[in-house]
């Protein structure tokens, strides 16, 4: 991997979690910054430029990604609080902002920048490179928003998009709530056609796919961590169930007609029957 700076010019980066995201983000700022990765479960040998730390390490250097489980903010958040330098930028990769923007803002000390990102864009997404992919950055505390913002545009070609966490929660309950619902539904009825399919059926399936390797948490996190999540579903439930009922009702409606329009046919066919009869009779 080239290096955007040589190794002694570049600062150091705590990176806390070293996940599938968390090697995501170290692949991609590794250039940029000295990175030092605490992962109690996983080691980051595997990567390039990216040194093995204790939480102390990396929760010293001047800018911490918390690249954890939106669940377990809160616990991280308490464990790094003493060893965070003061002028310190943490910031998180939250699928959901509303959480964790309120567990930094309560749970680290004063003396840190506080600045809540989501990118919009996983592994799987991410697989042709980030530029020009989109992640939501939300001003918490302190002046560092702007220089955030700035490098992330100008240094790895993100769409930066400025809002604040009920904003983004609002938007990500539809975006990624019933992407990720939907998905999880199209799963569970697999097998699915594959061959004899639509360019429309083909684009949903991919959107499946880039879902589907998601850890659990990531879905537990959009659908449950959300506040906004809940009141999308159940909109869209309500929505699916009235159109299948209306469905239905058109079908037993159809049905109906069937029957009744057999039983007209019946009744002009024992009619005409009759006729014949009484012309015969008479001849």
Do not use: W
């Amino acid at each position: 991997m080239s290096s955007a700076f040589p190794a002694h010019l570049r600062p150091p980066l705590g990176l806390i979690g070293f996940g599938a995201f968390g090697r995501l983000i170290a692949h991609h700022l590794a250039p940029h910054f000295a990175i030092q990765a605490y992962d109690p479960a996983i080691s980051p040998v595997s990567v390039d430029d990216v040194a093995r730390a204790t939480l102390r390490e990396a929760a010293g250097c001047p800018v911490v990604i918390l690249a954890v489980p939106v669940a377990a903010i809160a616990a991280v958040v308490a464990e790094i609080g003493p060893h965070l330098p003061p002028g310190a930028l943490v910031l998180d990769v939250g699928s959901v902002k509303v959480a964790t923007a309120n567990a930094m803002r309560a749970g680290l000390p004063g003396h840190v920048a506080i600045v809540a990102t989501h990118p919009l864009f996983g592994p799987q997404s991410a697989q042709g490179g980030i530029r020009g992919l989109k992640i939501a950055l939300c001003p918490v505390r302190g002046g560092q928003p702007r220089r955030v913002a700035a490098f992330l545009r100008r240094r790895l070609g993100l769409d930066v998009i400025v809002t604040t966490p009920e904003a983004h929660d609002r938007d990500a309950a539809a975006a990624q709530g019933l992407t990720h619902l939907i998905a999880k539904v199209m799963v569970q009825m697999e097998p699915l056609p594959t061959r004899m399919t639509t360019r429309s059926f083909d684009l949903l399936m991919q959107a499946v796919a880039m879902v589907r390797h998601d850890a659990p948490e990531v879905f537990e996190a959009i659908e449950r961590a959300n506040p906004y999540a809940g009141a999308v579903r159940r909109r869209f439930v309500a929505h699916a169930a009235r159109l299948a009922t209306d469905l239905s009702e058109a079908q037993d409606q159809e049905g109906q007609n069937r029957e009744v329009q057999d039983a007209d046919i019946q009744d002009q066919t024992i009619q005409d029957q009759n006729v014949q009869d009484r012309a015969v009779r008479a001849a």
